[in-house]
Structure formats: structure tokens, C-alpha cells
């Protein structure tokens, strides 16, 4: 029972780990797959982060302060999207300032609530347990916006795949011209990707400040903004790739409390790296079949669009 209950525990740490992951990273795989590549995650992210913590506190309500981070990272994203789509800037440099943005302005909005605890939001998936077995109780508590970063990728693989409005949008992220040449508005399917991009971003960064560790803390995002990048190269822009990759991360970035709990000598900052030095190791991996890398990439990724009349 003892065995069973670690595995239990292993498999919901898991889950939650990879949860910002997974939600960041689905997010970014529909704004790349229609054309358009942000990397502005991490900046994303710390807003949702900051103020979902900061609407939670002020209204007291949990779903006031996710609605109000969703909201935050769409707005940061509609920035970038009014840059880059319809003033043409660069995409890659506007992503880079956008993470620079969010960083900085993230830890002015919250300097007033740095350290300020809250509840969390975790739930039994069995409450009966609480009697029958503590410990099992205990170890199957998970927040339900895991269960909704679980959901996304079956979501978004239908919407992509088998629906009308998912072929668009992949279409558009193939040919812009073509798409355009059939009547599509290139740019305001490319917005709509965008601010969904935007507002799954600041969903993941509210996760961290107001459920897996619920509080605020500057730059509480720690990289997981470019592991998320990451994570679409890796999955080849599938959704259920994505979700697995999110999985593997979030198993090695539990790996330091679960070598400290096992009795391992392991230096915690050998540990702590990890996450980071397996992204850099499988993005070199992919990189090398460049191959399979163009032939499942958007092929409009990062071109900007030229209305014509």
C-alpha cells in the first residue's frame, strides 16, 4: 500500500508540475500553427502570474483573479500582435521585448504583495479516502486547473483537426496567400490565435501564484516560459506530443524532492538544473532531422503578411 501511495503521489506531482507547461505550450502551438511565433511565453506568463495573484487578493475570488490573468496575458499578447501583424515589426525581437516587458512590469504591479500567502486550490479526486487512508487522501489532492490543463490538448486536437474553423486556421499558417486568395482574414484569424496564445499563457502563470505555490514572488515563472517554447519544437506541433513532453519535464522537475525523499545524495542544484539542461539536450536532438522539422512545421511560421489589394 505504502508502494501504491508513492506512485499515486509520483503521478499527481507530476501532473502538476507539467501543468503550466501544458497550458502555456498548447497555447503556443495554436498561435504557431496559424503563422505566427511569439516568444513573449515567459513575459506572458509573469503577468497572469501577478495580476491572477493580485485579483484573487483584492476581490477575494478565485475565478475573478483567473479571469483577470487570462485577461492580462491576452492584453500583453494584443500587443505584440498589434506589432508584429499589423505594424509588421519583427516577430522574434517584439517576442524578446515582450518577455523583457513582462518581467520588469510583472514586478512593479506586485511589489505590494511579495510573500502574501493564499489557500491554493486543491481538491480530492477521492474525498471518501480522508477516513479510509490519509495518506492516499493526501497524496491524490490536485488543483482543478490540472484537470483542465489535461483536458486542452484533446480540445484543441479536435478543434485543429475536425472543425472547419481549426482547417483555417492551419491553412493560414501553411499559405497566408492561399488563404487569403479564398477570402480567409489573415490577420484577424491570426489576432484571435494570438489572444488565445496570450490569455492560456497568463492561465498557466495564474496556476503558479495562485495554486502551485500560492503565492507571488518576482520572476516566480523561473524559465518555464521557454521550456513551453520548447515543448512545441519537441512535440512537432501535435497537441498530445505536447502533453507528453510536458509530462516528462514535469516528472524531472519534481526529481529533486523525490531524490531528497528516497534518501539520494544528489546535489539539489544539480537537480534544480535539469528541466533546463534536458531542453537544451532535446532541442540539439531535433535540430539535427531538419527533415522531419519542415515537414511538420507551419510553413508561414514567422512570415508577415502583406495585405494586397
Known amino acids: ?57 483584492t476581490s477575494g475570488s478565485v475565478v475573478i483573479g483567473l479571469l483577470m490573468a487570462m485577461l492580462a496575458g491576452a492584453a500583453t499578447a494584443l500587443v505584440f500582435g498589434v506589432l508584429t501583424l499589423s505594424l509588421m515589426a519583427n516577430q522574434v525581437a517584439c517576442g524578446l521585448a515582450l518577455t523583457i516587458f513582462g518581467t520588469g512590469f510583472s514586478a512593479l504591479i506586485g511589489a505590494h504583495y511579495l510573500g502574501m500567502p493564499l489557500p491554493g486550490l486543491a481538491l480530492s479526486l477521492w474525498p471518501n479516502l480522508s477516513t479510509a487512508s490519509p495518506l492516499l487522501h493526501q497524496a491524490m489532492l490536485v488543483d482543478p486547473l490540472v484537470l483542465v490543463a489535461v483536458a486542452t490538448p484533446f480540445l484543441v486536437y479536435r478543434f485543429l483537426h475536425r472543425t472547419r474553423a481549426g482547417l483555417i486556421l492551419r491553412a493560414v499558417g501553411e499559405s497566408h496567400d492561399v488563404a487569403h486568395a479564398l477570402g480567409y482574414s489573415v490577420l484577424r484569424i491570426r489576432y484571435l490565435a494570438v489572444l488565445f496564445g496570450g490569455g492560456m499563457s497568463g492561465l498557466a502563470g495564474a496556476y503558479l501564484s495562485l495554486a502551485y505555490t500560492p503565492m507571488w514572488a518576482e520572476n516566480m515563472v523561473a524559465g518555464r516560459g521557454w521550456i513551453a517554447l520548447g515543448l512545441v519544437v519537441f512535440s512537432t506541433w501535435k497537441p498530445f506530443w505536447l502533453a507528453l513532453g510536458a509530462c516528462l519535464f514535469g516528472f524531472v522537475t519534481i526529481a529533486q524532492f523525490q531524490a531528497e525523499g528516497l534518501g539520494l545524495q544528489v546535489s539539489p542544484a544539480l537537480l534544480a538544473m535539469l528541466p533546463y539542461l534536458a531542453t537544451i539536450v532535446v532541442l540539439v536532438l531535433i535540430s539535427r532531422d531538419t527533415v522531419r522539422l519542415k515537414l511538420n512545421a507551419p510553413a508561414a511560421l514567422g512570415k508577415p503578411f502583406h495585405v494586397t489589394a
Open 1 to 57: 500500500m505504502r508502494e501504491f501511495t508513492l506512485v499515486v503521489a509520483i503521478l499527481v506531482a507530476t501532473l502538476r508540475a507539467a501543468t503550466p507547461l501544458m497550458l502555456a505550450g498548447i497555447g503556443e502551438l495554436v498561435t504557431e500553427r496559424s503563422g505566427v511565433l511569439n516568444l513573449g511565453v515567459e513575459g506572458m506568463m509573469l503577468m497572469g502570474a501577478s495580476v491572477g495573484f493580485i485579483g484573487t487578493v
